[in-house]
């Protein structure tokens, strides 16, 4: 890990695109409860704040740069996370709908998944037997046939236009071992650059398990191919949000947490808020003596180019 600082980073990604209205009362759904929640997760000690967009009528996720210029302005005046927005929108948007709010929001940080896969959460629809919104149960049924794109043109594209074009950093997104190697590809192009911010991420079906040991090599493959250029996240889905979170921190890792990747607060509970999450991370980890970066910290950290240097 890069010796910038030993502080942890907490990322919150607060709504995502695959957990659905009907899931939770939780769920950040429009312009304004995404704003607030990232307000609050930031509050609770997020330093970073990692945003989808949803339709304000029915929460479907959406790819509309207008709706995402309702919550970006209001988050950025009342706290100063770092904002990151998503490149990969949801298995359903082509690649011009998923670049087309960062393209014009220019931010500090996109998430940018390093390869195409299966992304499955068919499972969860057999958990309701009825629906707030008429798509939900198709969409969410329906992902055991699709796939998440994202070759390596549009892999090389997206850090060409983003990165070279609007100096944004990225959360390299990596589901499993071949996307760190697949990322050692695009730095020895030149086109990722140190330091990197890597997202170890178990748990998707479709990708690595979220087993310790998976964890472990990761984080020995990322220390093979990168040396000392790179800080590290862990994410974890579901019931291994916490587990493999915290564990990454003893490694010397950040965090990410927030409802996009869990509802849960603890065992069949239902978070209240995402802030709950992060306050909950934040207590974890601090009482392992780990000491929480602020936004300003992790700008430092990740050399990103500041909230000045944003489109919104």
Not at 2 to 15: E, L, Q, Y
Not at 98 to 104: G, I, K, T
Not at 247 to 271: C, P, T
Request: hydrophobic share 40%.
């Amino acid at each position: 890990m890069r010796k910038t600082t030993n502080k942890t980073i907490i990322s919150c990604a607060v709504t995502g695109a695959v957990h659905t209205p009907t899931m939770s009362p939780a769920l950040p759904v429009t312009p304004a409860e995404i704003a607030e929640a990232s307000v609050e997760a930031c509050k609770a000690g997020a330093a970073i704040i990692h945003l989808h967009a949803r339709d304000p009528i029915d929460g479907r996720p959406t790819p509309d740069p207008a709706v995402y210029q309702q919550f970006l302005p209001a988050i950025k005046e009342r706290c100063d996370a770092v904002i990151n927005i998503t490149t990969g929108g949801s298995t359903r948007m082509s690649l011009q709908d998923r670049l087309a709010a960062p393209l014009a929001a220019k931010p500090e940080l996109c998430s940018l998944n390093l390869g195409s896969m299966n992304f499955v959460y068919s499972q969860m629809a057999d958990k309701y037997d009825s629906w707030k919104y008429d798509w939900e149960r198709d969409y969410v049924a329906g992902s055991d046939d699709v796939i998440f794109r994202n070759t390596f043109r549009d892999i090389e594209g997206i850090l060409r236009q983003l990165g070279e074009g609007h100096g944004a950093r990225f959360e390299f997104e990596c589901y499993d071992v071949g996307h760190l190697y697949s990322l050692a590809h695009f730095v020895d192009k030149g086109l990722a650059k140190a330091p990197l911010f890597i997202q170890l991420i178990l748990g998707i079906k479709g990708g690595i398990g979220a087993h310790p040991e998976h964890l472990l090599h990761m984080k020995a493959t990322a220390d093979r191919l990168f040396g000392d250029d790179y800080v590290f996240s862990v994410m974890a889905a579901g019931k291994h949000q916490i587990p493999l979170a915290s564990m990454g921190a003893i490694m010397g890792g950040s965090v990410r947490v927030g409802l996009e990747d869990s509802l849960y607060i603890g065992r069949g509970k239902l978070a209240a808020s995402n802030a709950e999450q992060v306050a909950k991370i934040r207590t974890v980890l601090e009482s392992l003596s780990i000491e929480i970066a602020t936004p300003e910290e992790a700008r430092k950290m990740l050399d990103l180019k500041g909230a000045s240097n944003v489109g919104f």
